[in-house]
């Protein structure tokens, strides 16, 4: 089979056969969703978790 590059965000490659069904579209779209989602959730505790040991940081200093 021959694949072509199908889709491309933020260096990840997804190769899809030249033949996939056009489904598979809808699939991806739901797997990119799910793992920007993934990418924001961590975002958000890394950035909460930094924020609290700043301030704890600036709190033991008192």
């Known amino acids: ?3 072509t590059l199908s ?3 933020t260096g990840l ?4 056969p030249a033949s ?3 489904s598979s579209s809808g ?3 739901g797997l990119e969703i799910f793992f ?3 990418l924001a959730l961590a975002s ?10 700043v301030f704890k940081l600036y ?3 008192r």
């Open 27 to 29: 699939f991806i779209l």
């Open 59 to 61: 709190k033991g200093q």
């Open 13 to 16: 490659v997804v190769l899809l």
């Open 7 to 9: 889709y491309l965000i």
């Open 1 to 3: 089979m021959i694949a």
């Open 44 to 53: 958000i505790a890394i950035a909460w978790i930094a924020g609290v040991v």
């Open 20 to 22: 996939a069904p056009a």
């Open 36 to 38: 920007l989602s993934l």
